[in-house]
């Protein structure tokens, strides 16, 4: 975003606080500045130079999971998110702890975690592309949808990453080299709602490129699913689904028309679990704060299962659900799960996927599915 645009976009707050309702960040921490609002008034106040940058304010704009709540709850349509990321000012040493080796280094400390797993094949003549987020490419896990061939595009990472930390020249790089393998495929698959929405908000060259690309649940809709074993389950939405621009009753509708699956809403299934990329390491205490509210809300609730559709979101669920369960000398807590293992794993085609070619109960919009369903 440019100058003009971050000045344009603080004209247009007309300060109604609405953000301040919808911020995981000011839930914990009730303080002004760590809201939306609170930090366009900061960045405000630098720009007209009635303010100086220093340690608290560097700090309150610090206090973000990027989870876009505030972006997409504003009633001006204020590009909250864009402001800050294109307002992150880096020194020479914070040039170096965003770059490219930085990052590859500190993802590679996740090999450890699959060091024995087997690297998944994919088919290798299918023009469908599945987008593999950087910790799925880490800890080896591969994305199975019933009767769906799928290659691996072998992306770069989605650079989500690099823009949320201002390194906007690395972001324009990456996003250059993923729509250049996207100009060539016919559609692009992903499982990671944080990929989904970084790389659909890409500045495509070809917009057409944006409309290739789908999320796996798209493929789900209205598919004639089983599961192996009754289950009751649940599902945190993750932040990113919505700024992807899906709908959490999307989800739900897949979830409650599976055989032998009875769907339990969380009380708050799209309240943030508090990770947020990084987030957990800079500020473990707001992190865990809000990762234990999403477990509680979770045990409450008590499923079977709780599933989810972003790896890191995962890893807050498994990691606050095991302390908790630890903390309150609990002998079970639900399983926490992603969503499209599950539906691969847990679940089968109670019927050939050959007839949702024809069946009237078919009402896939889009006719995703049924081009790509091949059984
Ligand atoms: S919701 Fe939008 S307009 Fe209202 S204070 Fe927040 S950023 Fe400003
Ligand atoms: S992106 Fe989320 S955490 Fe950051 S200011 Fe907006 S609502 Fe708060």
């Not at 709850?73 to 590009?79: A, E, I, K, L, Q």
């Not at 199975?144 to 020249?169: E, M, Q, S």
């Not at 192996?228 to 389950?233: D, F, I, Q, R, T």
């Not at 409650?256 to 339990?264: D, L, T």
Request: charged share 25%; aromatic share 10%; with cysteine.
């Amino acid at each position: 975003m440019r100058d003009d645009e971050v000045k344009k976009n603080i004209y247009k707050c007309s300060r109604c606080a609405l953000c301040q309702g919808v911020c995981p960040v000011y839930d914990e921490v009730k303080n002004e500045n760590s809201t939306a609002r609170g930090k366009l008034m900061q960045i405000w106040g630098l720009k007209k130079g009635e303010l100086k940058l220093n340690r608290k304010i560097l700090q309150s704009l610090d206090l973000c999971l990027n989870c876009e709540k505030c972006r997409l709850n504003c009633p001006s349509g204020v590009d909250t998110t864009g402001v800050f990321n294109a307002e992150k000012k880096l020194s020479f040493t914070g040039k170096i702890l965003t770059s490219d080796f930085v990052f590859n280094l500190k993802m590679s400390a996740l090999r450890l975690f699959s060091f024995f797993k087997k690297t998944p094949v994919y088919n290798k003549s299918s023009d469908i592309l599945y987008f593999e987020g950087c910790i799925s490419k880490e800890l080896k896990n591969k994305l199975v949808i019933h009767g769906v061939k799928l290659k691996n595009g072998n992306f770069k990472c989605c650079a989500l990453p690099y823009l949320t930390k201002g390194r906007v020249d690395i972001y324009n790089e990456i996003a250059a080299f993923n729509e250049s393998i996207i100009e060539n495929a016919r559609l692009v698959v992903f499982d990671c709602a944080t990929c989904f929405s970084a790389v659909r908000n890409y500045p495509f060259k070809n917009p057409k490129n944006r409309s290739k690309l789908i999320f796996y649940t798209d493929i789900y809709k209205n598919f004639p699913l089983e599961a192996k074993k009754p289950a009751v389950v649940s599902y945190h939405m993750p932040c990113h689904m919505n700024s992807a621009g899906k709908k959490l009753t999307e989800v739900e509708e897949i979830l409650k028309e599976i055989k032998n699956i009875k769907y339990k809403r969380l009380e708050n299934p799209e309240y943030c679990c508090g990770f947020g990329g990084d987030f957990f390491i800079r500020h473990p205490k707001i992190a865990l704060s809000l990762s234990f509210k999403k477990a509680r809300d979770i045990i409450e609730t008590n499923p079977d299962i709780v599933l989810t559709s972003c790896p890191t979101c995962l890893w807050s669920l498994r990691f606050s659900l095991f302390v908790y369960k630890i903390m309150h000398g609990l002998a079970k807590t639900p399983a926490a799960m992603d969503m499209a293992e599950f539906l691969n794993k847990h679940c089968m085609p109670y019927k050939s996927t050959d007839n949702l070619k024809n069946d009237p109960q078919n009402n896939c919009k889009d006719c995703t599915q049924k081009e790509l369903v091949k059984m």
